[in-house]
Nanobody
Framework: QVQLVESGGGLVQPGGSLRLSCAASGSIISINAMGWYRQAPGKERELVASITLGGSTDYTDSVKGRFTISRGNAKNTVYLQMNSLKPEDTAVYYC????????????WGQGTQVTVSS
């Protein structure tokens, strides 16, 4: 199985920045794309950003121009640089990894809380 360990969440003021990190271990050969989901109370879970093995990225509209997803050289680490943070970015952020066999984000991290507040 694959384990995802996340770090970098916390409290930040509006307009500030935060960098989330996620490292995969275990059967990493099973991993293809990686990404970040977030879920806030009263809101539907959404895929914030994703990145393929080839480096292609995609973002949800609300974070375009502010967030940047990247991947480590070993391809088992993914980062989310979050700039110009807004209160509406407050959510639990989950690192996800695509199972190469089933072609879906099967592997999930434990989640890390991001709170944007003054």
């Amino acid at each position: 199985q694959v384990q995802l360990v996340e770090s970098g969440g916390g409290l930040v003021q509006p307009g500030g920045s935060l960098r989330l990190s996620c490292a995969a271990s275990g059967s990493i050969i099973s991993i293809n794309a990686m990404g970040w989901y977030r879920q806030a109370p009263g809101k539907e879970r959404e895929l914030v950003a994703s990145i393929t093995l080839g480096g292609s990225t995609d973002y949800t509209d609300s974070v375009k121009g502010r967030f940047t997803i990247s991947r480590g050289n070993a391809k088992n680490t993914v980062y989310l640089q979050m700039n110009s943070l807004k209160p509406e970015d407050t959510a639990v952020y989950y690192c996800v990894a695509e199972n190469t066999i089933v072609r879906r984000f099967q592997f999930w991290g434990q989640g890390t809380q991001v709170t944007v507040s003054s």
